[in-house]
């Protein structure tokens, strides 16, 4: 037996590295790179043969002549310590392990993301690459399985990679005869889509059908459910026997004047609808007589999933997650139906809430591209760009889009708009022409020069109701010449601004914007805090406090910790008065204040201000705004409404990046008073799962760390239990500030458990 151990050893030894290849290539970010489709459907045809038929087919579009490379790590494989990549014209190259573009050698580092390096890479060739890793104990892994992507001809227009539009057929869910030559139709869940009609007919004869959103009542589909809810009738000419039917949806003439996001041909136009019903029909239905295709861009349902011990969290979870596959039919972050148009606040919500449900980051950065130089009129909303670059380089790890876009970045933050005492106001006369051109609106937006104060949408309104004081979604605000809101926001830029000039070595920059994120602090206080309550101003000539001004300076560090308290207390007694959009921000404040239970309480609300309402009234897409009667012209499509989101990953669960790439992150979990949740959220470096359970005698948490990573882990304290285990072996750690905290957990699965 003796003379076998060394044979053993090295089998097991083989194993280890076998087991710890890496996988899920990723090239600029993109998986799949080597996929063929034919208008949204994958075909089982190779790139290479693609390529000799561009026209009829459709891949991955990467032309970045030096892509980032990067990849997952199994978690076996603990702490990765090297890579070696290898870049070839040739498949059969790389079986052999040689490269004629690129052998990286070994290189140190713990990323998972390596910029090419090497021979210039040609546009118009197919590239192969595969990729291998060494852990802590310096054993080297195998190799992946190989990577292939085609680099195109650049195209000034689209500067990031993408890929093409997906396509899925559908059936109904249900089927009802409504009359003797009528059917109604359910598909489940409301979708931008197409219809094909596969029908056999005794006779040549005229049919129409209807396709809407919503209901009037059981099996009728309501005409006129709102100015934006969709409904739609059409008549189709149909001939004896068995054919075959597309429908053609008609052009949105006003959508078309305002420059909207087209569809591409190989899609075609696309409408939203959940219903269909189908008059004037002599012959029989079955459920392939009437198909929904639906358009989405690449999207996978199982990166993530949420469920907890409250069922209607879990009805909002659901809402949310499917919100970002639907919304995301033109592959951009787009407002919804009704304008199909990029909105930089629309984006940022979007952008959180879809890597929070899966690991697809090219959309953000098309839609971030196209508004730089396409830029709406809200003033916050100029001083967001900022916010969703830092989020694209916190979450991928990459500094693209901070290094593409630094000075379009500085000139978003709107400094020149500043004051003597460095606050920016919009009402000074300092909007010139030359001003307005650095930050590209060369022209009027809805009829408005230049930017305006925002603060909340919609700014009027005529409704009230029960659960709000004032019109509109302000909650009062009154806007002065210096605004509370714009400023919270303009710190946090000069802040984010700052850090993004560090990591990119510009060090004088770095300490500029850090100087005046100082004095801005000093002079939002002195302007906007009411020095007898705490509370913060609407603006520089009020005494009126509203949510808004007190919820944008909790979420963005600007309220005293000696004030904290009395701002917590005031916010709380205003409930969900802001929009959707603004929900994003009362969440965050609620949370990093540490007041989870009123957050769980609002997430959870069945209230007419609520996500649950979004169900209630028959959506399945989060809305424009809580109610049609607070916003009369709100579509059933527009995924600002879905906060949720991301604030069941990134707070209510504690998921986070702490270093760019989710190479560090946290798990802080801040539960309220669930008893049990369970959550699995996709990253750049892998899935992170994390789950609790709270029993009287027990509270156990389970998570698990990807490959490549670390985690800094929260345990939530109770001073009812006082021994900490981790995969049931003793603890000696002492809470402290609520928390037990395990500083540096590598990849794995842990087990803690209170008692």
């Known amino acids: 037996m003796r003379s076998l151990a060394p044979a053993i050893l090295l089998l097991l030894l083989f194993f280890e590295a076998r087991c710890q290849e890496p996988f899920r290539l990723r090239t600029d970010k993109l998986l799949n790179t080597h996929q063929v489709y034919e208008r949204g459907f994958l075909v089982d045809i190779p790139l290479d043969s693609a390529l000799k038929q561009q026209r009829y087919y459709q891949f991955a579009y990467i032309s970045n002549p030096k892509p980032v490379l990067s990849w997952e790590t ?20 790389l079986q052999s392990n040689r490269a004629d573009l690129w052998d990286s050698q070994k290189i140190s580092s713990r ?109 009728v589909i309501n005409k006129n459910a709102g100015r934006n809810i969709r409904y739609h009738q059409q008549r189709i000419r149909v001939k004896a026997g068995k054919h075959s039917y597309v429908i053609n949806w008609l052009p949105n003439e006003k959508r078309n004047s305002r420059n909207p996001v087209q569809m591409p041909a190989y899609i075609g136009e696309v409408y939203p609808f959940r219903y269909l ?97 396409h830029p709406t009129w809200p003033t916050e909303w100029s001083l967001q ?14 500094d693209l889009l901070l290094r593409k876009y630094y000075t379009e970045l ?52 005529d409704y009230i109701g029960t659960e709000k004081e004032y019109k509109g979604e302000t909650d009062g605000f009154v806007y002065n010449t210096y605004n509370a809101v714009i400023n919270a926001y303009y710190y946090r830029n000069l802040v984010l601004m700052s850090q993004i000039a560090a990591i990119l070595g510009k060090t004088a920059d770095a300490q500029l914007y850090a100087t005046k994120a100082a004095a801005v602090s000093g002079a939002f206080l002195k302007t ?13 000539s009020t005494s009126h406090t509203s949510l808004h001004a007190n919820m944008f300076a909790l979420a963005f560090g600007l309220v005293p910790p000696k004030d904290k308290a009395k701002v917590v207390q005031f916010i709380k007694t205003r409930k969900m008065a802001c929009s959707v959009y603004g929900a994003q921000f009362l969440m965050d404040a609620l949370y990093e204040a540490g007041e989870p239970d009123y957050a769980l309480q609002l997430l959870t609300s069945t209230a007419q201000r609520s996500w649950y309402n979004m169900i209630r009234v028959g959506s399945t897409i989060t809305l424009e705004a809580w109610d049609k009667v607070y916003k009369p012209n709100l579509d059933w499509n527009h995924a600002w409404g879905a906060a949720p989101g991301n604030i069941i990953v990134r707070k209510l669960m504690g998921v986070e990046p702490l270093e760019p790439g989710f190479t560090t992150f946290s798990i802080k979990p801040q539960p309220g008073s669930l008893a049990w949740t369970s959550l699995k959220t996709p990253t750049i470096k892998g899935p992170v ?67």
């Open 689 to 755: 799962q994390v789950s609790f359970n709270r029993t009287a005698t027990v509270f156990t948490m389970k998570a698990e760390v990807p490959g490549g990573t670390r985690a800094m882990i929260y345990i939530p304290a109770d001073t009812t239990k006082k021994q900490l285990t981790i995969n049931g072996q003793a603890s000696r750690i002492k809470p402290g500030n609520g928390y037990y905290i395990i500083p540096n957990a590598g990849p794995g699965h842990y087990t803690f458990e209170l008692k």
């Open 385 to 398: 760009n900022v916010l969703i670059a830092w989020n694209d380089y916190q979450y991928t790890g990459d």
């Open 74 to 93: 199994p978690r076996e494989a603990g702490g990765v310590t090297a890579c070696q990549i290898l870049v070839a014209t040739d498949d059969r190259l």
């Open 528 to 540: 906007f805090q009411d020095t007898r309550t705490g509370l913060i101003k609407d603006g520089d």
């Open 410 to 461: 500085q000139h978003k933050i709107l400094m020149p708009l500043a004051g003597p005492d460095g606050l920016i106001s919009t009402r000074t006369n300092k909007q010139t022409d030359d001003f307005l051109k650095t930050i590209h609106i060369t022209a009027t937006f809805d009829n408005r020069r230049g930017l305006h104060d925002n603060v909340d949408w919609p700014q009027t309104g």
């Open 277 to 373: 019903s189908l008059h004037n029909f002599q012959g029989s239905i079955n459920p392939q007589s009437v198909q929904r295709k639906i358009v989405f861009y690449p999207f996978d349902e199982t990166a993530s999933s949420f469920s907890s011990a409250d069922t209607v969290l879990n009805q909002i979870w659901d809402l949310c997650k499917y919100s970002m596959k639907a919304t995301s039919f033109t592959g951009y972050y787009v407002d919804g139906d009704r304008e199909r148009v990029p909105y930089e606040a629309d984006a940022l919500i979007n952008q959180l809430s879809h890597y929070a449900v899966d690991a697809e980051y090219s959309i953000g950065r098309r839609s971030m591209n196209y508004l730089i130089y």
């Open 111 to 219: 990323k998972n993301q390596v910029v090419y390096q090497g021979k210039p890479l040609r546009p118009g060739t197919i590239i192969y690459w595969k990729v291998r890793t060494w852990n802590q104990k310096g054993v080297a892994s195998a190799y992946s399985a190989t990577a292939a992507f085609y680099l195109s001809e650049p195209d000034p227009a689209e500067p990031f990679a993408h890929q093409p539009l997906l396509a899925e057929m559908q059936q109904p869910r249900q089927i009802i005869k409504t009359t003797a030559n009528s059917y109604f139709f359910d598909f489940g869940k409301d979708a931008l889509a197409q219809i094909s009609l596969h029908l056999t007919s005794p006779v040549t004869d005229s049919i129409w059908i209807e396709v809407g959103e919503a209901l009037e009542k059981p099996g």
